[in-house]
């Protein structure tokens, strides 16, 4: 090859390898620009802590850690708690829920309702005192669903078939290719109704309301904001400027105090938030057969 032919190649590859480094260097500062705290930097002093809960709710793991964080922290003299969650996992919003009660019984916490706070999203905010909604805020949805997918027919037609060797009747009860047998759904139906009343008896417990009476407003359908406000299910219309005079009139809070907020949320859940990643994380989780929801599905409901 010839000189001119050598110095080319050279000037092309450095080409090359500056795209590449700038390629990376813009993917690593979007990760960190996604995955950076967004309510601008933290506040030094007494201030009120805004803190949200959005998404589907899952194990709350990271959301407990956070609100004990909170609990710990001697700068955080309040806690709005912003929800905007159709539920989740049973366990993870009774965690959520008891992390939650415990700060409260510690500091002041104010929850504030967004555009939902249903099923497992609501049993959240009962542990709060004070709950705070927009009249057309989505919420309560109070009960609890436990499915299973049923591919019997597609594996029929496919040829397959499967056959379980079970310690006894009921270890193979939900499967995923037979329907459920009534000893099966006996059983099922028992959990499910056992965890609908440790719901009820929450919910009663955090709104001082006679567990019969909860009952009867949970029946599963979801309640607008200023409907929920006559039940007796929220305190209050409004958002978290009502959150913060609530505070500051019923518990004492210097007024004026600053709001801060600190979103730890990395990428990925950022994008399960949206409302196509919300899907596809609900397909992948509804997949498993061992898990009970509080989930408000706006297409299920036909009453």
Same mark, same amino acid.
Request: charged fraction near 20%; glycine fraction near 8%; hydrophobic fraction near 55%.
């Given at each position: 090859m010839t000189i001119d032919t050598l110095i080319d190649r050279r000037? !092309?590859?450095?080409?090359?390898?500056?795209?590449? /480094?700038? #390629?990376?260097?813009?993917?690593?500062? +979007?990760? %960190?620009? $996604? #995955?950076r705290p967004m309510g601008g930097g933290r506040v030094v002093g007494d201030h009120v802590e805004r803190y949200r809960i959005t998404g589907l709710i899952n194990d709350g793991h990271e959301q407990i850690a956070d609100l004990a964080r909170m609990q710990a922290d001697s700068s955080v003299v309040g806690v709005i708690l912003h929800l905007d969650t159709p539920g989740g996992e049973v366990s993870g919003g009774e965690g959520i829920h008891d992390a939650?009660?415990? !700060?409260?019984?510690?500091? *002041?916490?104010?929850?504030?309702m967004d555009g939902t706070a249903a099923s497992a999203g609501y049993m959240i905010a009962v542990a709060a005192p004070h709950i705070v909604a927009r009249e057309s805020t989505l919420t309560g949805s109070i009960g609890v669903l436990l499915e299973t997918p049923n591919f019997? =027919? @597609?594996?029929?037609?496919?040829g397959i078939t499967n056959e379980p060797l079970v310690s006894g009747p009921l270890k193979n009860q939900p499967s995923l290719d037979k329907p459920l047998s009534p000893e099966g759904r006996a %059983?099922?139906?028992?959990?499910?109704? &056992? !965890?609908?009343?440790?719901?009820?008896? !929450?919910? $009663?417990?955090g709104r001082h309301m006679d567990a019969a009476r909860v009952r009867e407003l949970a029946d599963g359908r979801a309640y607008t904001g200023r409907q929920a406000l006559k039940l007796g299910l929220v305190d209050q219309i409004?958002?978290?400027?009502?959150?913060?005079?609530?505070?500051?009139?019923?518990?004492?809070? $210097?007024?004026?105090? *600053? /709001?801060?907020?600190? &979103?730890?949320? &990395? @990428?990925?859940?950022?994008?399960?938030?949206? *409302? +196509?990643?919300?899907?596809?994380?609900?397909?992948?989780?509804?997949?498993?057969?061992? =898990?009970?929801?509080?989930?408000?599905? *706006?297409?299920?409901?036909? &009453?």
């Open positions: 000037l !092309l590859k450095r080409r090359l390898n500056f795209w590449r /480094v700038l #390629a990376v260097l813009a993917v690593v500062v +979007a990760l %960190v620009m $996604a #995955a939650v009660a415990q !700060l409260a019984a510690k500091k *002041p916490v104010v929850a504030v019997g =027919g @597609l594996l029929e037609k496919l %059983v099922m139906q028992g959990i499910v109704d &056992d !965890l609908y009343g440790q719901f009820v008896d !929450l919910v $009663a417990a409004g958002g978290e400027h009502e959150a913060q005079r609530w505070m500051e009139t019923s518990k004492g809070l $210097a007024r004026g105090l *600053p /709001v801060a907020e600190t &979103d730890k949320r &990395d @990428l990925w859940l950022r994008i399960t938030n949206r *409302p +196509a990643g919300m899907l596809v994380t609900w397909l992948f989780n509804a997949l498993r057969v061992d =898990g009970a929801w509080s989930l408000w599905q *706006p297409l299920s409901q036909r &009453d």
